[in-house]
């Protein structure tokens, strides 16, 4: 396998800051440089007989092999590359590679205003859209100090939409993991129900995923019309849904053959290795931050923190559903304080903060509202002139720093943020769940067969998008 | 509570941390059953108060912005040009800190006395927007990381990561790491630690041997700011490839992107175009 290439042409010599100047090659970017072979021995793979290597393998009296799973596969969850070594069909070593979505949004954020962070944030974990929003519009307001000023109905829509999230990603989460198990009916149901929540995150956001919907200070407009009516049916429809998965998956006696035991993390090692979310929950410890340390007002909402004891992939699964239920109890809750709250604002009064956009249907799907137009064109020249600066400048925020937590479907989602006083993030950083829960895999797999990892891997229910970031 | 017999080899190090009561969450109705209570518990919270003596309230200046409006690219026209601003971060805090803060600062002071002592281990405690920082000289982190994790009255057994922050500006404290610490013991108790290294010098011990979930923050920090964290048992690339050069998260390292063409327009890579922070 030799990986000369001469014929290279690297067309830019410039050299970039932040670089070790002493680093050899023209493209600092590049992949690593030829030099590296030098006075190295150089091996050519060619083809060969399939019994030789066997021949080879046997000649060494080991039955010990090591196996890349992923980070193409099917079943790994995402581009998720499994290192497992096997002794027969029993993992006796199993290690997680990960960066492989690694998309430097953190670094991105640096180069886009506060709000414009949101359009990036949401696309890290594509299932928690709204969690990500959230946790970093709470640190945003918490470093502008309006944390108390966020309107009730803004809070209300935040936690409805989280929730929403919640249902969406432990819909999908068990309908992958069934899937990766073979049992298509459970990911064709849990997909349908999803769908309804998709459709109501389009109708209120415009968006189906990476909505982009929550804003510092508020959400970027109010529900529209006949939307509490529509939520409302869905949850119904939804409650029928998760009757049917239930029934599926339940007492199902080979989903339980393949669940129970499996996976198997303590309160001990979860602790250790900094793991939260249902994956927590699942050995009985009742840690909720939206109950211990509550935010958006959920100390007002009446729910339960959903726990098990059996530490296993089927107790994980269990709770998902459970949670689902409480889920849409909130988001009742929600619709009769939307109810409540009818035509109050959802976006915090400070008009230096504040987009003043309004957004309405136009003909081309989307657009400002005319009222709105025809106020900032034709009746308040400071409406305009604070539209502009917002849009093009953003609004700056005091330095300092601030963490932000809030209980995403997967477990604690911190957002670090930094400012220098400008406009724009100096830094945000996001603890993803995902990425913490992962690193379990090793506790959880490593003794047990191959096809547990798969289980054990869909019970942490880590998404890639989150994990890289 | 739970079987230690099943414990993977690699939670080693984790095996001694402190579990939470599952019963509750609240400092009230917990329980001290852990044998290393017994040597520390008498301290009874309150009565009294440690003050850094070196500590500065001063604010600390990471950098200065030049003009009024944020514009750095082309000429300014506005007469503002002259004017220099510094960007100022909040400096250390005086006593009170408010809410659960002062306990928290007197039982640490009080463990650390038969160590190293507040004073050497603490730089600063900054509180600021209701959240507490505490800065930790490097060489004292693993110490002070293990009180706050094992002591029966702060018991922080989760690290929920360690991120970084690259001040350019900062002469000799050039890299930050900012680790957030939750004590799910008594309800979900939030503290941050702040440890700083030179950009000459950017090592920090690491604290894996206290939280073993820190792990893979650890190494993400190290392969987008180049912190080391001496003592990780792998600190290796973890989201970049394994040659990638540089370390992209910091401030010297260029966001790149190529000008797009759209409609006869072209738009610059987003570090080029014009911005007003």
Redesign the interface.
């Given at each position: 396998m030799t990986t000369h290439d001469q014929d290279t042409v690297h067309d830019d010599p410039a050299t970039?800051?932040?670089?070790?100047p002493s680093?050899p090659g023209n493209d600092?970017?590049g992949?690593?440089v030829d030099d590296d072979t030098e006075g190295a021995r150089v091996f050519t793979v060619s083809g060969g007989d399939w019994n030789d290597l066997v021949d080879e393998a046997t000649a060494l009296h080991e039955e010990r092999i090591v196996v890349n799973m992923g980070p193409q596969h099917p079943s790994t969850h995402g581009v998720l590359r499994l290192i497992l070594e096997l002794d027969g069909e029993t993992v006796t070593e199993a290690r997680a590679g990960?960066?492989y979505l690694?998309t430097?949004i953190?670094?991105?954020m640096?180069?886009?205003t506060w709000t414009q962070g949101v359009t990036f944030c949401t696309r890290m974990d594509y299932l928690t859209p709204m969690f990500q929003e959230t946790a970093y519009c709470l640190s945003i307001e918490?470093?502008l100090?309006i944390t108390d000023r966020i309107p009730e109905r803004a809070s209300v829509i935040r936690v409805m939409m989280m929730e929403l999230t919640r249902v969406n990603s432990h819909l999908v989460a068990l309908g992958t993991g069934g899937m990766e198990m073979g049992a298509t009916t459970v990911m064709t149901v849990g997909f349908r129900e999803r769908e309804r929540i998709l459709r109501v995150f389009e109708a209120i956001t415009g968006l189906r995923m990476n909505n982009a919907y929550v804003r510092p200070g508020g959400v970027a407009q109010d529900v529209p019309h006949g939307a509490v009516a529509m939520i409302r049916g869905v949850v119904g429809e939804l409650r029928t849904g998760l009757g049917e998965l239930e029934a599926l998956l339940n007492e199902n006696p080979l989903l339980k053959g393949r669940t129970v035991g499996v996976g198997?993390l303590?309160?001990?090692?979860c602790?250790?290795?900094?793991?939260?979310g249902p994956v927590l929950r699942s050995?009985?410890?009742?840690?909720d931050?939206r109950?211990?340390?509550p935010y958006c007002g959920y100390e007002t909402y009446d729910f339960e923190v959903v726990t098990r004891t059996g530490c296993d992939a089927y107790d994980r699964l269990r709770i998902r559903i459970d949670e689902m239920y409480e889920s849409l109890k909130i988001v009742e809750q929600c619709l009769d304080r939307l109810q409540r709250t009818e035509g109050q604002p959802v976006m915090v009064e400070d008009k230096k903060i504040a987009w003043p956009a309004q957004l309405a249907i136009g003909g081309d799907g989307q657009g400002n509202s005319l009222d709105h137009i025809r106020e900032i064109m034709g009746t308040s020249m400071e409406a305009l002139i604070h539209h502009f600066k917002l849009v093009?400048?953003?609004f700056r925020v005091p330095?300092?720093?601030?963490?932000a937590?809030v209980e995403s479907a997967k477990g604690?989602l911190?957002c670090?943020t930094?400012s220098?006083?400008?406009?724009?993030p100096?830094?945000a950083?996001f603890?993803d769940p995902s990425?913490?829960n992962?690193?379990a895999t090793?506790?959880m797999c490593?003794?047990s067969q191959v096809a547990d990892v798969i289980v054990a891997v869909a019970s942490i229910d880590p998404v890639m998008g989150g994990v890289?970031? | 509570?739970?079987?230690?017999s099943?414990?993977?080899k690699?939670?080693d190090?984790?095996?001694g941390?402190?579990?939470?009561d599952?019963e509750t969450?609240s400092a009230a109705t917990r329980t001290d059953d852990d044998p290393r209570s017994s040597d520390a518990a008498q301290h009874t919270g309150g009565g009294r108060v440690v003050e850094l003596a070196g500590a500065d309230s001063e604010p600390v200046q990471?950098?200065e912005?030049r003009g009024m409006?944020?514009a750095t690219r082309g000429q300014d026209t506005s007469g503002y040009g002259g004017l220099v601003t510094p960007?100022?971060?909040?400096g250390a805090s005086p006593r009170p800190y408010g809410g659960y803060y002062d306990e928290v600062a007197d039982v640490l002071a009080t463990a650390l006395e038969e160590g190293a002592g507040f004073g050497a281990a603490v730089e600063k405690v900054v509180v600021?927007?209701?959240?507490m920082?505490v800065f930790v000289r490097r060489e004292h982190l693993p110490s002070v990381a293990r009180t706050l994790r094992d002591h029966p009255s702060l018991r922080f057994?989760?690290?929920?990561?360690v991120?970084?922050?690259?001040y350019p500006g900062e002469a000799g404290r050039e890299l930050h790491a900012?680790y957030?610490l939750?004590s799910?013991t008594h309800?979900?108790r939030?503290l941050?630690l702040e440890v700083t290294c030179p950009d000459a010098d950017p090592h920090i011990p690491s604290v894996v041997e206290v939280?073993?979930?820190?792990?893979?923050?650890e190494r993400?920090t190290w392969d987008?700011f180049g912190i080391e964290f001496d003592g990780h048992p792998a600190l290796t690339?973890?989201?970049?490839?394994d040659?990638w050069?540089?370390?992209?998260?910091?401030k010297?390292?260029?966001?790149?992107g190529i000008p797009v063409e759209y409609k006869g327009g072209t738009v610059p890579p987003?570090?080029q175009r014009r911005?007003?922070?």
């Open positions: 970039s800051p932040g670089l070790d680093l600092p970017y992949a690593s990960i960066g690694h430097g953190e670094k991105n640096e180069f886009r918490k470093l100090g198997y303590d309160l001990t090692g602790i250790a290795l900094g793991v939260t050995t009985g410890l009742p840690h931050l109950k211990s340390a093009t400048e953003g330095p300092g720093q601030a963490y937590a604690e911190g670090h930094v220098d006083g400008g406009t724009r100096y830094r950083h603890r990425f913490n992962l690193q090793a506790a490593e003794g890289d970031r | 509570m739970s079987d230690e099943t414990d993977p690699h939670l190090s984790g095996e941390a402190p579990v939470p599952k969450d990471i950098g912005r409006f944020g960007t100022l971060l909040p600021d927007r209701g959240e920082t057994e989760m690290c929920m990561g991120s970084g922050v690259h900012v957030p939750l799910i309800g979900s939030r941050r939280w073993p979930g820190n792990d893979w923050h993400e987008m690339r973890i989201l970049m490839p040659d050069p540089g370390h992209p998260q910091r010297d390292y260029p966001l790149g987003p570090d911005a007003y922070s």
